[in-house]
């Protein structure tokens, strides 16, 4: 993975050092929290209900072993003993003091990393897949090209006071782990027809109030020609996005508004004129970047391994497991082990101190050093030998995180919602609980297969439920939490935004909604077909009847 | 409002002057800078391309900042500085602040109406960072020319 050089590291530290002396006039009073406001949204630091919360920024979701246990560090030491992963990469801390938050920036620093544009109206982290360099069928690894975007977007003069925030994912797989369709922009990774690799550039994606698909503006970017090309859309988006209402101020208004055909047209002229120039990186730059990427020295291994079948055989539980969160690996002989952080009736994503320095130590051994977070909320460690399987799982098990569920009902994204935000209508985290519950007690998850269930606590959309098979949005009646039910989304290749079915139901009786509508599809799904597949096929009505079946009663 | 020059990396209170300023508007009636000196006025929504051809009749361009974080004129003094090579003085004018100084000069500001006090204070913001990723307006070598530099001496 990327290592710091001397001008990585000496941007961060100037960066923490400008941010201690921020924080000082802050807490010498020089600074009014109007004044500061401003100044700790450019580095992750909110004001929430009851305390600071940090952000800290995982870029492109990669983590060392070293910077985990860090973040494990981080947690004891200045927060509560956990952190909590979120859908963009990123991990948030729910407790620091201010007083703490350059020393805990410093820390950070000391593993080559930052919570620099994890909040504010900027260029914010670059998300990617979770399964860059080990999956089988991407084009390329995406991550050279995310640690370029990574550069070149901070602190960037032009695009620091953009009209809002401004998301970027990139992808080199058709299997699409990273959500590109509703993003600001989305970017995939092609094969032209020359046999170069290229981008397909989609723009104008994204969730909240009003959500879009985004769409694609140019079918196929040469790739050295990435920046400039970023530059030209984030310069007209900068000039041309709406700054009189925040709630229209993202660039899906203004990709919408004045029509695809005529942003691109303004994107194009605008590139034609700076391509070329010192913003495209010369070739023995991005080789530089890339080299940080190269595949760890696997072994020549046969596929099979006698030990993971055997223990396979042996251990029912650990066959489930295997079944469940295990993904084929691009290596002979290796696999993709994914680490669900969605334990039974535990808030969706949180992970402690001692599980965080438990899975680095996993990963340091049997994982090429390297763990990944995913924008579900859960982690990954990419390349594991086959060979090994049982002896992680074992270990996982023994911090209580070898919960079988990965891309199943229980493995849902929540925001955090009303237990934490102050934007929230309604509670996010005791649903989550709930339904995971339901279907523990109920069991059959894996027989019900993959059903994406997201869960936002207000309409800004943080826990992506319009892009859930079942999305779950938090609203409030009168001072009661009531919650809204959208069928049909989906943030993957396939994206489309879920269509509201009805009015909200209440707390009590949203997880027997959530049961009926999955026993209902159980009962008439054709063969191989997932949730979202038997929706589309039987269209919103049918669900939607057997969503109210018992509260019309 | 007093005005602070940025010159060699330092700000300094600049010299008084007699100033005519042509707004965007008087500029579309045909008003054109004829002796002395002459700024012009834009506000954050202009294209630059129906000033472009006269540029260089004015001393100065005013770029505003009705709010530090409406960022358009961000964008305007780059589109200035490096599409259409204006070498006058840009001039930050509205919310300028401390905190946005720095991301101003490297957009091509080099003009800040902000009280004589400030000086100290923004001058320091200035040289709060030593290297920058990316080309700008400015004269800061972007991280991988140095990089490149560095790989070509050693």
Known sequence: MYRYDEFDETIVRDRVRQFRGQVGRRLSGELTEEQFKPLRLMNGLYLQLHAYMLRVAVPYGTLSSKQLRQLGHIARKYDKGYGHFTTRQNIQYNWPALVDVPDILDDLADVEMHAIQTSGNCIRNVTSDQYAGASAE???????????????????????????????????????????????????????????????????????????????????????????????????????????????????????????????????????????????????????????????????????????????????????????????????????????????????????????????????????????????????????????????????????????????????????????????????????????????????????????????????????????????????????????????????????????????????????????????????????????????????????????????? | MPTLKLRNGFLAPAESFAETEITLEAFREGVRPEAGRFALVLPNDAGLEEVAATLDRFAAVVLQFPAFKDGRAYSQARLLRERYGYRGEIRARGDVLRDQILFMARAGFDGFEVGEEQAEAFTEALSEFAYFYQPAADAALPVWRRRAARAEAA
């Not at chain 1, 397909?200 to 109030?209: P, T």
């Open chain 1, 138 to 553: 991407e084009i390329e690894d995406p991550r050279p090209w995310c640690e370029i975007i990574r550069q070149w977007s901070t602190f960037h003069p032009e695009f620091s006071y953009l009209p809002r925030k401004f998301k970027i994912a990139v992808t080199a797989a058709p299997h699409d782990r990273a959500a590109v369709k509703v993003h600001d922009i989305g970017l995939v990774i092609k094969k032209g027809a020359d046999g170069r690799t290229g981008f397909e550039v989609i723009v104008g994606g994204g969730l909240g109030r009003t959500p879009y698909v985004g769409h694609t503006i140019r079918d196929f970017l040469p790739k050295e020609h990435l920046l400039s090309y970023l530059e030209a859309v984030m310069r007209v988006y900068n000039l041309q996005g709406r700054r009189d209402n925040i709630y229209k101020a993202r660039i899906k208004i203004l990709v919408n508004s004045e029509g695809v055909e005529s942003f691109r047209a303004q994107v194009e002229d605008e590139w034609s004129k700076i391509k070329g120039s010192d913003i495209d990186l010369p070739r023995e730059e991005i080789e530089r970047i890339r080299r940080y990427f190269a595949p760890p020295p696997f072994e020549t291994l046969s596929d099979a391994s006698i030990a993971f079948d055997t223990a396979r055989k042996a251990d029912p539980e650990f066959d489930r497991w295997a079944r469940i969160n295990l993904a084929a690996h691009k290596q002979p002989g290796y696999a993709i082990v994914n680490i669900s952080l969605k334990p039974y009736g535990k808030p969706p994503g949180d992970i402690s101190d001692a599980q965080m320095e438990a899975v680095a130590d996993i990963a340091e051994r049997y994982s090429f050093d390297e763990i990944r977070a995913t924008h579900e909320q859960n982690l990954v460690l990419p390349h594991v030998r086959k060979d090994d399987l049982y002896t992680v799982y074992k270990a996982l098990r023994d911090v209580d995180l070898a919960t079988a569920n990965i891309g199943l009902v229980s493995d849902i994204i929540a925001c955090p919602g009303l237990d934490y935000c102050d934007l929230a209508n309604a509670r996010s985290i005791p649903i989550a609980e709930r339904i995971s519950e339901r279907f523990r007690a109920k069991g059959g998850e894996e027989e019900i297969g993959e059903l994406k269930i997201k869960i936002s606590g207000c309409i800004n959309a943080c826990g992506h439920h319009h892009v859930g098979h079942i999305g779950i949005l938090g609203v409030d009646k009168k001072g009661e939490e009531f919650y809204q039910i959208t069928l049909g989304g989906s943030g993957a290749e396939d994206a489309s935004l879920g269509e509201i079915a009805g009015r909200g139901l209440s707390s009590d009786q949203v997880v027997d909604a959530v049961e009926r509508l999955v026993d209902f599809y159980k009962d008439n799904r054709k063969d191989g077909e997932r949730f979202l597949d038997a929706y589309r096929r039987m269209g919103h009505d049918a669900f939607k009847g057997v969503l109210y079946a018992d509260a019309q009663a």
